[in-house]
Nanobody
Framework: QVQLVESGGGSVQAGGSLRLSCAASGFFFSQNDGNHMAWFRQAPGKNREWVAVIRSRDRRTFYRDSVKGRFTFSRDDAKNTVYLQMNNLKPEDTAVYYC????????????????????WGQGTQVTVSS
C-alpha cells in the first residue's frame, strides 16, 4: 500500500521561504526507471497544476516557468522522502500543495498531468501574504 504524507506548509510573507516534505511508503522512486514524483498545487477556484517533477530514469527535475529559479525539488533516497524548497514566495504561490507519485513505460516523457499520477498525498496549505 502506497502512502504519501506531506508536511511543511504554512503562512509566510512575500519573499519568504518554506520547505515542503513528502515521505513515501510503499513507493520506491529509484526502483523503476519509469517512476516519477511531482508536486502539484491547487489554488481556490483554479485547476490543479503541476509545479515540479522528478523522474527516475535520468533523475532530472522539471519546473513550471513561474517557479523556475525559486523552487528546488530534491530527494533523499535513504529516507524515501522528497522535498520542495520554495524561496522568494509570492502571493500567487498560495495554494494547497500535493505530492504525487506515478510511473510510465514511455522512456522520453515527463509526466506533468495529474491524470498520470496514481498516488497522492493529503495536501498541505501554503499561504503567502503581500
Amino acid at each position: 500500500q502506497v502512502q504519501l504524507v506531506e508536511s511543511g506548509g504554512g503562512s509566510v510573507q512575500a519573499g519568504g521561504s518554506l520547505r515542503l516534505s513528502c515521505a513515501a511508503s510503499g513507493f520506491f522512486f529509484s526502483q523503476n526507471d519509469g517512476n516519477h514524483m511531482a508536486w502539484f498545487r491547487q489554488a481556490p477556484g483554479k485547476n490543479r497544476e503541476w509545479v515540479a517533477v522528478i523522474r527516475s530514469r535520468d533523475r532530472r527535475t522539471f519546473y513550471r516557468d513561474s517557479v523556475k529559479g525559486r523552487f528546488t525539488f530534491s530527494r533523499d533516497d535513504a529516507k524515501n522522502t522528497v522535498y520542495l524548497q520554495m524561496n522568494n514566495l509570492k502571493p500567487e504561490d498560495t495554494a494547497v500543495y500535493y505530492c504525487a507519485a506515478g510511473s510510465t513505460t514511455m522512456k522520453t516523457v515527463v509526466l506533468t498531468s495529474d491524470i498520470d499520477y496514481t498516488y497522492w498525498g493529503q495536501g498541505t496549505q501554503v499561504t503567502v501574504s503581500s
